[in-house]
């Protein structure tokens, strides 16, 4: 009997993540529809109190409690700094798969700068029309927020340019307080997020399709770094730099170190050299 997955969304993540499924047909994923909107929203009305893993894992359990399967999926993005490069607005997602009976997780993330993303406060010098130029609209769909009585107020998805200026220009007219817009990252209005989500799904398909030598359990992949690699100028060790991948399995403690075929590093990244 195929093993069935609930994928715990809201936001059709059915469409980007159903397609890498089709490489391992053994497997059934099944809409598990659940409010994942508790977990916290980008447009910041509801706190995320999680990490992004943790949400993940959170959401796919929830799922698979709701459709009573053994396996749970589900997706959680983080729309900020690149790591490398904080000047760069990036697209981290993560994909948590949970098998209840035997209780490990399996998590693949993926890193992108290939994202629309775009936040501006709006006022009566705002030029409406560039706005929805960088807002990609209609391709992709912008939320409106303000203040009023103290209270946030949030217009989510809007996606028709029209629209979204008369709905601007009325706002600017009243007696709101805080007006801005933002790009609206929910699965179904960010195409470019969509993007993201097809690469997460194909790197957590390879690794569901990879066994462990031990066991035999899926999941084996990579779960870190080692690191630690001397100055070729000083000698001096360098920690914040890896030598080595670790690849490991969710269900046991086997586990394989392979290099990166790096044995020093340029005085330029050393720490001691460039203080």
Not at 174 to 188: C, I, Q, W, Y
Not at 247 to 259: P, R
Request: with cysteine; aromatic share 6%; charged share 20%.
């Amino acid at each position: 009997m195929a093993p069935t997955i609930a994928l715990a969304t809201k936001h059709g993540k059915l469409a980007q993540i159903a397609p890498a499924f089709e490489r391992i047909p053994e497997w059934e994923l099944t809409l598990a529809e659940i409010d994942t909107d508790e977990f916290g929203t980008f447009s910041g009305e509801i706190p995320r109190t999680l990490s992004p893993r943790d949400a993940a894992i959170a959401k796919a359990r929830v799922g698979a409690e709701l459709l009573g399967t053994d396996y749970g999926l589900a997706s959680e993005g983080s729309i900020g700094a690149h790591p490398h490069m904080p000047w760069v607005t990036s697209d981290h997602e993560l994909l948590a798969l949970v098998c209840v009976s035997k209780d490990f997780v399996i998590v693949e993330s993926h890193l992108s700068a290939d994202i629309r993303a775009h936040k501006e406060t709006v006022d009566e010098h705002t030029d409406l029309e560039l706005l929805v130029s960088r807002l990609d609209l209609p391709t992709h769909g912008a939320n409106i927020l303000y203040h009023q009585d103290n209270e946030l107020v949030v217009l989510k998805g809007i996606q028709d340019p029209e629209m979204f200026i008369v709905e601007l220009n009325t706002l600017l007219g009243s007696s709101v307080e805080n007006l801005r817009v933002e790009s609206d990252f929910r699965a179904m209005s960010s195409p470019s997020r969509q993007e993201n989500i097809r690469a997460c799904a194909e790197r957590l398909v390879t690794r569901i399709s990879s066994n462990c030598a031990s066991c035999g359990e899926i999941g084996w992949g990579k779960v870190g770094y080692e690191f630690g690699l001397p100055c070729s100028g000083c000698g001096q060790m360098v920690t914040s730099v890896p030598h080595s991948e670790t690849f490991g399995c969710v269900a046991c403690d086997y586990s394989e170190v392979v290099s990166l075929g790096q044995h020093s590093i340029d005085p330029a990244r050393c720490d001691f050299c460039n203080p």
